[in-house]
């Protein structure tokens, strides 16, 4: 993973970052970012900062043109340390703290890292082997009025589980391997968006599926090997296929969740429905790519494709 000293090293002035950015881009033979035909040139403006003429479209451009950078009046090098520190924090980074480590504006930092969690994508391909399914309620706790009467909470806000009004999330994850989640509307958790999910998620072929006692799941077992804990009675059981499969549990999956709500709860403090998806995505590419060490340069190259 690149920190923040070997940016600082191999980036340290702009020109260099939009040559990097440029290779990274295009590589050696580099393509109009406006009309994509080959007939360019570099051209160096009075501030000294590389730019391209194309010779077709008559267009100046530099490498941060239609890429998430574009637009910006914020140096690459700010948005090479911000990358690598989101990274670095398993457990989320706040933009206040973003703020206070780059020395910039916090809406500032906000929308870059809103760019960022936009260009952490999923690669699309399918999970396999031993996978575990679960969902989770993404949401802040009441709050006790003060009224005599409210030392015990009722409503709606105080239940748990699927009676919640909480924001759902659903997700798959292979054991020691990858996770794939996603914010969902509760009408929505029905068993054939369940069933949908799934066979958008995972090679039902090669794969055996865990999950709870949860209805939702019922019939899953007619396009994939389902098989099923009972949480009133036990957190992992074993049957006469776990020498071959594994104990039946979902703890993988519940570990996932731990590192959500304590991104959710512990540094991003709050997440407004709008924006769910972009904070799952950031939390679910970074658990992806833990072991990665080209982790930054591929999000690079995610980020300036147009």
């Known amino acids: 993973m690149t920190s923040l000293v070997e940016v600082y090293k191999r980036w340290p002035t702009q020109a260099e970052c939009l040559d990097h950015l440029a290779q990274v881009r295009w590589g050696e033979h580099p393509l109009c970012a406006y009309c994509g035909k080959p ?3 570099k051209k160096v403006e009075q501030d000294q900062r590389p730019r391209m003429q194309c010779w077709s479209c008559h267009k100046s451009f530099s490498a941060t043109v239609n890429t998430i ?13 911000l990358i690598s520190l989101m990274f670095s924090a398993k457990k989320g980074l706040s933009a206040m703290q973003a703020a206070r480590d780059l020395d910039m504006r916090r809406p500032t930092v906000w929308s870059m890292m809103h760019r960022i969690r936009a260009a952490m ?6 999970l396999a082997g031993i996978v575990e399914m679960d969902e989770t309620f993404i949401g802040g706790k009441p709050r006790k009025k ?3 009467d409210d030392d015990t909470l009722g409503g709606d806000t105080s239940k748990r589980g699927r009676g919640t009004d909480k924001e759902a999330v659903v997700g798959i994850i292979e054991r020691n391997g990858k996770v794939k989640a996603k914010p969902v509307d509760k009408c929505d958790m029905t068993a054939e968006q369940m069933a949908a999910f799934i066979r958008a998620s995972i090679d039902t072929a090669h794969s055996v599926l865990n999950t ?3 209805n939702g799941y019922n019939g899953v077992n007619n396009m994939v090997i389902h098989r099923r804990v009972n949480h009133r009675r036990e957190y992992k ?18 570990g996932f969740w731990a590192i959500v709500k304590r991104a959710i709860y512990g540094q991003f403090h ?6 769910l998806g972009l904070y799952i995505g950031e939390i679910v590419y970074r658990f992806n790519n833990r072991r990665n060490d080209n982790a930054f340069h591929d999000l690079l190259s995610i980020a300036v494709k147009p």
């Open 39 to 41: 007939t360019v040139c």
């Open 69 to 81: 950078f574009h637009n910006s009046h914020v140096d690459l090098q700010k948005w090479f340390l």
């Open 270 to 275: 709050h997440v407004s429905k709008k924006y």
């Open 146 to 148: 003060n009224r005599r």
């Open 212 to 214: 709870d006692e949860w």
């Open 237 to 254: 059981a074993d049957d006469m296929f776990s020498a071959q499969y594994g104990s039946i549990h979902t703890n993988t999956i519940e």
């Open 121 to 126: 994508k999923d690669d699309g391909k399918l």
